[in-house]
């Protein structure tokens, strides 16, 4: 038997075209790629998530001199919020990327650590996150839950068993 899944997203020629709030939101994970430490890669992201306070929180990716330490942006931005927002559900998280002096127009397409890390966020508030990406300038993505990013995605339900025995 074959099965097939479908993945759904919003596609917008330029960010002028989504909500003021979306806009806002983008904006501010635009301006965030200018807070990255990134010396070794060059390419400076940044993330930025509206909570359920309304209020919009940044991070920005965080490289090491011992390269697999550093953190991506989207994984600065949700530890961030898991540890000083903690009773805040986020209602939207944007992600964008400055690759300095090279074209930043595409949608910058998320690390598969960053979609576990997304999905364990979306499980732990039991709320999807809506997820915007888009580059300095040119086409945005809009998902509607970070599992549409992470089909059959690890959701730590097993552990949920093991202890139940
Ligand atoms: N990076 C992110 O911050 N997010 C992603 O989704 C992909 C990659 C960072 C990690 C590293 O600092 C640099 O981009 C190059 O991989």
């Given amino acids: 038997m074959i099965k097939k899944i ?11 075209l989504l909500s003021l709030e979306d806009q806002a939101v983008l904006e501010a994970a635009r301006q965030a790629t200018k807070t990255a430490f990134a010396p070794y890669s060059n390419f400076h992201v940044g993330s930025a998530a509206r909570l359920s306070s309304n209020e919009i929180i940044i991070g920005s990716n965080q490289e090491s001199a011992s390269y697999p ?3 991506c942006a989207e994984r ?9 927002f903690s009773t805040e559900k986020i209602q939207v ?3 964008s990327y400055d690759a300095i002096g090279k074209p930043s127009k595409e949608p910058l ?13 979306e499980n732990r508030y039991e709320a999807p996150i809506r997820i915007i990406l888009s580059g300095l300038e040119g086409p945005v993505q809009i998902f509607h839950s970070a599992s549409h990013l992470l089909p059959f995605g690890f959701n730590g339900s097993v552990f949920k068993e093991l202890r139940g025995k």
């Fill in 69 to 71: 330490v550093g953190i």
């Fill in 93 to 95: 998280l944007a992600v």
């Fill in 6 to 16: 479908e993945i759904e997203y919003e596609l917008f020629e330029h960010a002028g």
């Fill in 76 to 84: 600065t931005l949700l530890n961030s919020i898991g540890s000083q």
């Fill in 109 to 121: 397409s998320p690390c598969g650590m960053c979609r576990q890390s997304l999905l364990d966020y």
